[in-house]
């Protein structure tokens, strides 16, 4: 019964339900983005203390962090949000957390350059109807947290050569649509699907001329890198 509900509140009303916005026509937005909590400076700073101690934990370790901050999408495609306003008190989180992890000694990676050159160039660095980037941004971030580690001094210890290949476009809706509870519809009754390309990646040891396995991504091979992602599914 919910799940018709929540369809025909889409029929009829064009509601999305109480986890997705729609801003301009076929663009969604998760609705997190809009909420403050009524507790938010005690949740910052338990946050910051998280951090803090997350970090120093591994640093402990001989691990060095490095944080990437992730933007929220309004942020990057901010012209597609048509009616839906941010409240003013949210406007400057991201920076604040920014400066909040510079002050403890954390360092981190802004990820909005790179993400507003994408949607520059490509007019979109998101899909529409996902919470995540689109591949080009991905690259582009990618790119920024790897300038970072550089400028740190930081080098792998195995020479590994990473190459892909674009394929074919064909149409897609994202994780947003699931999120609405109107996936079940038939497609001509949906937002209109991004168009995702299909990518095929090869990596390679330059040294030793082995693959790079996802045992060894994981560190379960010998041949585990020196450098992990943690915590995201950007």
Known sequence: ?????RESGWLVLGDLGPRVRQGCPGWLFL??????NPNAEEAWRERIALAQRVVAAWERRGVRVVMAVVPDKTRIEDAQRCGLVRPDRLALRYDRWLDAMRAAGVSVVDLRPALLGVQRELSAAFDRTDT?????????????VAETLKAQGFRPSHGWRMSYAVGAA????GDLV???????????????????????????AESQGGVLTEDALFGDAPAAPTIGLVGTSF
Not at 132 to 144: D, E, F, L, P, Y
Not at 170 to 173: D, G, L, S, T, Y
Not at 178 to 193: H, Q, V, Y
């Open 1 to 5: 019964f919910g799940q018709r509900l």
């Open 31 to 36: 609705a997190d983005e809009w909420q403050f």
């Open 132 to 144: 995540h980037w689109r591949w080009q941004g991905a690259r582009a971030s990618a790119a920024a």
């Open 170 to 173: 064909a149409p897609r809706w």
């Open 178 to 204: 699931r999120l609405a509870g109107i996936d079940a519809l038939p497609p001509r009754w949906l937002p209109p699907p991004d168009t995702v390309e299909s990518l095929r990646f090869d990596v390679t």
